[in-house]
Protein backbone atom coordinates (compact mmCIF):
# COMPACT_ATOMS: atom_id res chain seq x y z
CA UNK A 1 0.00 0.00 0.00
CA UNK A 2 1.11 3.61 -0.60
CA UNK A 3 -0.12 6.80 1.04
CA UNK A 4 1.04 9.88 0.44
CA UNK A 5 0.21 12.54 2.86
CA UNK A 6 0.12 16.81 1.77
CA UNK A 7 0.16 19.20 4.26
CA UNK A 8 0.17 23.36 4.14
CA UNK A 9 1.95 24.42 7.65
CA UNK A 10 2.39 27.86 8.14
CA UNK A 11 4.33 27.71 11.90
CA UNK A 12 5.40 23.78 11.24
CA UNK A 13 2.40 22.21 13.71
CA UNK A 14 0.46 21.36 10.35
CA UNK A 15 3.76 19.67 9.62
CA UNK A 16 4.07 17.93 12.90
CA UNK A 17 0.90 16.68 12.49
CA UNK A 18 1.23 15.39 8.77
CA UNK A 19 4.55 13.57 10.00
CA UNK A 20 2.79 11.85 13.07
CA UNK A 21 -0.17 10.68 10.62
CA UNK A 22 2.43 9.26 8.39
CA UNK A 23 4.53 7.25 11.18
CA UNK A 24 1.17 6.03 12.02
CA UNK A 25 0.59 4.97 8.37
CA UNK A 26 4.15 3.30 8.07
CA UNK A 27 3.01 0.02 9.68
CA UNK A 28 0.45 -0.71 6.40
CA UNK A 29 3.11 0.17 3.90
CA UNK A 30 5.14 3.04 1.38
CA UNK A 31 4.14 6.73 3.14
CA UNK A 32 5.45 10.07 1.32
CA UNK A 33 5.36 13.30 3.62
CA UNK A 34 4.85 16.17 1.34
CA UNK A 35 4.04 20.42 1.47
CA UNK A 36 1.19 20.90 -1.17
CA UNK A 37 3.90 22.77 -3.03
CA UNK A 38 5.06 19.21 -4.24
CA UNK A 39 2.40 17.37 -4.33
CA UNK A 40 2.00 17.08 -8.08
CA UNK A 41 -0.55 15.30 -9.59
CA UNK A 42 2.10 12.39 -10.26
CA UNK A 43 2.78 12.04 -6.95
CA UNK A 44 -0.82 11.39 -5.88
CA UNK A 45 -2.24 9.55 -8.83
CA UNK A 46 -0.97 6.39 -7.64
CA UNK A 47 -1.38 6.26 -4.22
CA UNK A 48 -3.52 3.85 -2.36
CA UNK A 49 -4.53 6.57 -0.18
CA UNK A 50 -4.26 10.73 -0.32
CA UNK A 51 -4.30 12.17 3.18
CA UNK A 52 -4.64 16.12 2.89
CA UNK A 53 -4.45 18.66 5.70
CA UNK A 54 -4.06 22.32 6.15
CA UNK A 55 -4.46 24.93 9.06
CA UNK A 56 -7.56 26.23 9.71
CA UNK A 57 -7.74 30.68 9.10
CA UNK A 58 -10.22 32.50 9.72
CA UNK A 59 -13.20 29.78 10.17
CA UNK A 60 -11.96 27.73 7.09
CA UNK A 61 -9.02 26.54 4.71
CA UNK A 62 -6.46 29.38 4.40
CA UNK A 63 -6.55 31.90 1.36
CA UNK A 64 -3.78 33.91 -0.24
CA UNK A 65 -4.25 36.98 2.27
CA UNK A 66 -4.48 34.74 5.60
CA UNK A 67 -0.97 32.90 4.02
CA UNK A 68 0.22 36.80 3.89
CA UNK A 69 -0.96 37.72 7.09
CA UNK A 70 0.42 34.55 8.99
CA UNK A 71 4.12 35.23 7.81
CA UNK A 72 3.65 38.82 7.99
CA UNK A 73 2.95 38.31 11.95
CA UNK A 74 6.08 35.93 12.18
CA UNK A 75 8.25 38.65 10.71
CA UNK A 76 7.42 40.94 13.57
CA UNK A 77 10.20 41.23 15.76
CA UNK A 78 9.88 39.31 19.26
CA UNK A 79 6.79 37.35 17.70
CA UNK A 80 8.12 33.43 18.69
CA UNK A 81 6.78 32.89 15.48
CA UNK A 82 8.86 30.52 13.31
CA UNK A 83 7.85 29.76 9.30
CA UNK A 84 7.64 25.98 8.05
CA UNK A 85 10.45 26.18 5.50
CA UNK A 86 7.68 25.76 3.01
CA UNK A 87 5.20 28.28 4.12
CA UNK A 88 5.90 30.65 0.88
CA UNK A 89 4.43 27.60 -1.20
CA UNK A 90 1.19 26.88 -2.61
CA UNK A 91 -2.46 26.57 -0.91
CA UNK A 92 -4.73 23.92 -0.47
CA UNK A 93 -7.38 25.90 -1.74
CA UNK A 94 -4.96 26.58 -4.77
CA UNK A 95 -3.81 23.25 -5.30
CA UNK A 96 -7.24 21.12 -5.20
CA UNK A 97 -8.00 23.01 -8.15
CA UNK A 98 -4.96 20.64 -10.04
CA UNK A 99 -6.45 17.36 -8.78
CA UNK A 100 -9.86 17.71 -10.80
CA UNK A 101 -10.42 14.02 -12.10
CA UNK A 102 -8.22 12.06 -9.64
CA UNK A 103 -9.26 9.48 -8.16
CA UNK A 104 -8.69 7.45 -4.69
CA UNK A 105 -9.39 6.63 -1.48
CA UNK A 106 -9.02 10.05 1.00
CA UNK A 107 -9.24 11.20 4.09
CA UNK A 108 -9.11 15.21 5.18
CA UNK A 109 -7.04 17.12 8.67
CA UNK A 110 -6.89 20.06 9.87
CA UNK A 111 -4.72 22.01 13.16
CA UNK A 112 -7.29 24.61 14.80
CA UNK A 113 -7.74 26.57 18.07
CA UNK A 114 -9.55 24.83 21.03
CA UNK A 115 -12.80 24.85 20.75
CA UNK A 116 -15.84 24.00 19.45
CA UNK A 117 -16.19 23.98 15.50
CA UNK A 118 -19.34 26.63 15.18
CA UNK A 119 -16.80 29.05 16.94
CA UNK A 120 -13.10 28.12 15.92
CA UNK A 121 -14.19 26.83 12.20
CA UNK A 122 -12.59 23.23 10.53
CA UNK A 123 -10.61 23.56 7.78
CA UNK A 124 -10.74 19.96 7.45
CA UNK A 125 -14.74 20.29 6.39
CA UNK A 126 -13.67 21.86 2.98
CA UNK A 127 -10.80 20.16 2.67
CA UNK A 128 -12.88 17.00 2.50
CA UNK A 129 -15.82 18.62 0.55
CA UNK A 130 -13.39 19.17 -2.33
CA UNK A 131 -11.50 15.98 -2.02
CA UNK A 132 -15.09 14.22 -3.07
CA UNK A 133 -16.21 17.21 -5.46
CA UNK A 134 -12.90 16.35 -7.13
CA UNK A 135 -13.26 12.49 -7.39
CA UNK A 136 -11.79 11.20 -4.26
CA UNK A 137 -13.99 9.24 -2.01
CA UNK A 138 -13.64 9.63 1.80
CA UNK A 139 -12.41 6.94 3.97
CA UNK A 140 -13.30 8.53 7.09
CA UNK A 141 -14.70 11.72 8.46
CA UNK A 142 -12.49 14.60 8.69
CA UNK A 143 -10.26 14.85 11.62
CA UNK A 144 -9.19 17.74 13.63
CA UNK A 145 -5.59 17.96 15.88
CA UNK A 146 -5.92 21.05 18.62
CA UNK A 147 -3.40 23.94 18.65
CA UNK A 148 -3.19 25.73 21.69
CA UNK A 149 -1.42 28.75 21.69
CA UNK A 150 0.35 28.06 18.57
CA UNK A 151 1.71 24.93 20.87
CA UNK A 152 1.17 21.51 20.20
CA UNK A 153 0.45 19.59 23.09
CA UNK A 154 2.52 15.90 22.69
CA UNK A 155 -1.37 14.24 23.26
CA UNK A 156 -2.07 15.73 19.55
CA UNK A 157 0.76 13.95 18.13
CA UNK A 158 -0.01 10.45 19.70
CA UNK A 159 -3.81 11.47 18.51
CA UNK A 160 -2.38 11.82 15.16
CA UNK A 161 -0.67 8.88 14.82
CA UNK A 162 -3.40 6.64 16.41
CA UNK A 163 -5.50 8.31 13.57
CA UNK A 164 -3.13 7.03 10.76
CA UNK A 165 -3.22 3.47 12.12
CA UNK A 166 -6.71 4.14 11.93
CA UNK A 167 -6.23 5.42 8.26
CA UNK A 168 -4.53 2.00 7.79
CA UNK A 169 -6.65 -0.03 8.68
CA UNK A 170 -9.73 1.24 7.12
CA UNK A 171 -7.97 1.00 4.55
CA UNK A 172 -6.61 -2.66 4.25
CA UNK A 173 -9.80 -3.53 6.04
CA UNK A 174 -11.56 -4.81 2.25
CA UNK A 175 -8.76 -6.79 1.09
CA UNK A 176 -9.00 -8.92 4.43
CA UNK A 177 -12.20 -9.60 4.06
CA UNK A 178 -11.78 -10.53 0.42
CA UNK A 179 -9.13 -12.79 1.60
CA UNK A 180 -10.80 -14.72 4.46
Not at 12 to 31: F, K, M, P, Q, R
Not at 146 to 161: F, G, T, Y
Request: charged content about 20%; glycine content about 10%; hydrophobic content about 40%.
Amino acid sequence: MKSVVVYESMYGNTHLIADAIASGLSIYGEVEVMPVAAADRARITDADLVVVGGPTHFHGMSRARTREDAIARADKPGSGLHLDPDAHGTGLDEWLRTVDGVSGQAAAFDTCAPGPAMLTGRASKRIGRLLHQHGFTLLVEPESFVVKDNHLDPAEIRHARSWGLELGVFLTRPQLQHGS
